[in-house]
Structures are given as structure tokens and as C-alpha cells.
């Protein structure tokens, strides 16, 4: 399990690199790939729900993307990309279209829908915390709603 979170950090260090992450960001960025990978590791061992273990990744990786933007005062997308790149389903896509290929229309189906349900529970996790933490920051109500008085 350790060789797998360090190989995913490396990784995403790679994936930031590409994106053109520099400094202390790219180092920060790399570490959120590595805490993503693991906490959708120990989610495994608790529930072998893969959409599940996504959710709870994602809504970490979202977490700890929100808290490092906010101490290196850099965008959040940055640091968030990255580290989503390690649960990003791309397996399920590479055998949805094997399945389809092989005219195994049952499994492509089936991975097809998981994939995509994988895909889902990673935004729904990005969209739960990206909102919570936009109430938090300016206020639990709207300015539309202080306006109605």
C-alpha cells in the first residue's frame, strides 16, 4: 500500500509538471495526489464500494486542495486537478470500450455504467465541498437574501 501512495505522488508530480505547477505548489499538489490516493485506499478496506471510495476521496482531495490553495494563495483549481488525476476512472473507460469491441455488450454495459457512476461520485464530491466552503466563506446567508429586509 506504501508503494502504491509514493508511486502516486510521483506521479501526480509528473501531472503537475505537465500542467506547468511551479515551486511550491507543484510540491503541495504532488502530496494532495498522494493523501487522495490513500484515503480512497483505506475506503477500500472499509467498503469495497468503488463509487463510495471515490466519493470520500474526492470530497479529501477537495478538502485538502481548498486548504493548501488558501495557505500558498494559489487558485484551488491547481492543486486540484492534480491530485484528481489518480481517480480518474480510465481503466473503466480502456474496458468499456474493449467490451464494446469484443461485442461483449453485457460487461460494457456494466462497466460503462460503473465508470460513470465513478465519474459522478468524483464531481459530487468537488461540488459538495467547493460549495460548503463557498457558504462558509461569505456568510451562511446570500446577499439576495439579506436585501429581502
Known amino acids: 500500500m506504501f508503494t502504491q501512495i509514493l508511486f502516486t505522488t510521483l506521479a501526480t508530480l509528473g501531472f503537475g509538471i ?4 511551479r515551486g511550491k505548489n507543484l510540491f503541495f499538489a504532488a502530496i494532495v495526489g498522494g493523501i487522495s490516493w490513500a ?4 475506503s477500500l478496506e472499509l467498503n469495497p464500494s468503488l463509487v463510495l471510495a471515490n466519493f470520500i476521496a474526492s470530497v479529501v482531495l477537495t478538502i485538502c486542495s481548498e ?5 500558498l494563495k494559489t487558485p484551488v483549481t491547481s492543486i486540484l ?11 473503466g473507460i480502456y474496458h468499456t470500450m ?20 465513478i465519474a459522478g461520485a ?9 460549495s460548503l466552503v463557498r457558504i462558509i466563506k461569505n456568510g451562511h446567508t446570500s446577499r439576495h437574501a439579506r436585501n429581502i429586509n
Open 98 to 117: 474493449y467490451f464494446i469491441l469484443e461485442r461483449d455488450m453485457e460487461q460494457a454495459i456494466f462497466k460503462g455504467a460503473e465508470t460513470l457512476f
Open 122 to 130: 468524483l464531481s459530487f464530491g468537488i461540488v459538495v465541498v467547493s
Open 67 to 71: 486548504l493548501f490553495a488558501r495557505v
Open 18 to 21: 505537465i500542467f506547468n505547477i
Open 81 to 91: 486537478i492534480s491530485g484528481l488525476i489518480p481517480l480518474v476512472p480510465g481503466s
Open 39 to 42: 484515503t480512497y485506499l483505506f
